[in-house]
């Protein structure tokens, strides 16, 4: 079975960036044809994907966080990585890393992310 975990620091500053990582292990991010995901819930609202990463390398983004969101692989380690830069309060959310790119079989447990001064 495929488990992923996020991690990364849980507080960042207004216009610093935000990194997060996902480890995956039971499977490898480099299996055809899988998409990994990172997914952000900002609270009392709904799901946001954020944008994913494929088999192959090949990114995707939503295109409302575009101008400011990177998703990264290292295939060594099997994990994939989020940056996205300029924060504001705006992006305190929990954020996900999930196997998939619209539907999604396995999902991290999530990890709290808060943009404060």
């Known amino acids: 079975q495929v488990q992923l975990q996020e991690s990364g620091p849980g507080l960042v500053k207004p216009s610093q960036t935000l990194s997060l990582t996902c480890t995956v292990s039971?499977?490898?991010?480099?299996?055809?044809?899988?998409?990994w995901s990172w997914i952000r819930q900002p609270p009392g609202k709904g799901l946001e994907w954020m944008g994913a990463?494929?088999?192959?390398?090949?990114?995707y983004y939503s295109p409302s966080l575009k101008s400011h969101t990177s998703i990264s692989r290292d295939t060594s380690k099997n994990q994939f990585s989020l940056q996205l830069s300029s924060v504001t309060p705006e992006d305190t959310a929990v954020y996900y890393c999930?196997?998939?790119?619209?539907?999604?079989?396995?999902w991290g447990q999530g990890t709290q992310v808060t943009v404060s001064s």
């Open positions: 999930a196997q998939g790119l619209r539907t999604y079989d396995y």
């Open positions: 990463i494929a088999y192959d390398g090949s990114t």
């Open positions: 039971g499977g490898s991010i480099t299996t055809s044809y899988y998409y």
